[in-house]
């Protein structure tokens, strides 16, 4: 009896306990993952840059004295490895730290909304160049902070998710 009326007044403060360490676990994982729609970017990539960076983003086509870069999510330099920088340089042709690129890259702003950019991000995102698996150097360190371990963290973030979800359940039947 006694150990019942413990877990009845435990059940929501360890059901409030669970969902804030869920929500913990959720702040890094919104930021590594930009919002968008990859299809919607595939489109939007198609129209506006595989002229330069190939239809497969691989880059590698002269455009003038500059050559147009990789721009698969894979092969795209660590500190570029941004969505936020990724989506400045495709508006405003900025570089990782802040500076001008090559003014063969065209500056999208006026063209393309801030939307329109990010959706390009998450296509981006979603592409993988072979260079980058042959190279462990190259492996993604900002912006992607869960790396291959992902998978792993949103099963068990689910997890977590049902587990809370049974313990509200259990408290508010013995309500
Ligand atoms: C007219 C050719 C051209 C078009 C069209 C173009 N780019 Fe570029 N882009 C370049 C060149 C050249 C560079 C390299 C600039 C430099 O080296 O400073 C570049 C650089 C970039 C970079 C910086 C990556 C890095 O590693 O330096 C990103 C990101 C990028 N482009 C994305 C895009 C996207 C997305 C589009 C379409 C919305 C696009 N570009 C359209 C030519 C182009």
Known sequence: ???IEL???RAPRLTALVLGLVLVALVPLSSALAAGDAAAGKTLFAANCVSCHGADAAGGI???SATAPDV???NIGDDFKDPALVS?????GLDESGGPL???M????????ATDADNIVVYLQGLAGPAA??????LPKTGDPFGANLPIVLVLAAGVVLLAGASLRRSSNRA
Do not use: N
Request: proline share 6%; net charge positive; no cysteine.
């Open 106 to 113: 065209p500056r999208f702003a006026g063209k393309l909304s």
């Open 88 to 92: 400045r340089a495709i508006l405003q």
């Open 7 to 9: 877990r009845d007044h």
């Open 133 to 138: 698996a042959a190279a462990p150097g190259a």
């Open 1 to 3: 009896m006694t150990s």
């Open 62 to 64: 002269k455009v003038g």
């Open 102 to 104: 090559d003014a063969a």
């Open 72 to 74: 698969r999510w894979t």
